[in-house]
Structure formats: C-alpha cells, structure tokens
C-alpha cells in the first residue's frame, strides 16, 4: 500500500513536468503545484484508460501514460492561467 503512494507521487511528479514541458510559455506556478497537478492527472488518466480498456497491456502502457500526460498538461494549462490571475495584484 504505502508502495503504491510512494510509487503514484513518483510518476505523478515526472507525468506533471513532461505536461508543464510540453504546455508552450512559462507557467508561474511552483514546483509542488505541478507534483500535484501531475498526481491528479496520473489517477485521472488512469481511469480514462480503463474506460478505453488500454489501461492493463503487456509490458508498458504507452496509451495510458500519453493519456496521462495530455490530462497533465490541460491541468497544468488551466492552473497555471488561475494562478497567474490570482497572485497579479491591482
């Protein structure tokens, strides 16, 4: 169990630096947002992958992890645009 935590805090922090990479311009948000934005893509990737039925293949599960990224950066895209019009001050 804990394994599995350790393990989805991992991927989930590569998954939001590949999606805040592949985002175009500079994101001001910090580094803990986007481990964050990457955790919550990589569960939110994962369960459109199984409503596909790509999530469980042999070996390693390109689909899902492509998935994973596209989620992460939208996520990253939208948080970013919030965060940016919240610390921008009159």
């Known amino acids: 169990m804990i394994i599995n935590i350790i393990q989805?805090?991992?991927l989930g922090a590569i998954i939001g630096f590949v999606g805040r990479l592949i985002v175009p311009g500079k994101q001001n948000i910090p580094?803990?947002?986007t481990?964050?934005?990457g955790i919550v893509a990589a569960?939110?990737?994962t369960f459109i992958a199984r409503l596909f039925g790509v999530a469980d293949t042999?070996?390693?599960?390109w689909i899902e992890l492509i998935i994973q990224v596209i989620v992460?950066?939208?996520g990253v895209a939208l948080v970013a645009g919030i965060w940016g019009r919240r610390?921008?001050?009159s």
Request: aromatic share 10%; glycine share 10%.
């Open 8 to 10: 989805a805090i991992i």
């Open 31 to 33: 580094i803990w947002l």
């Open 35 to 37: 481990i964050v934005v």
């Open 43 to 45: 569960f939110i990737g």
């Open 87 to 89: 610390s921008v001050s």
């Open 72 to 74: 992460a950066a939208i």
């Open 58 to 61: 042999n070996g390693i599960d």
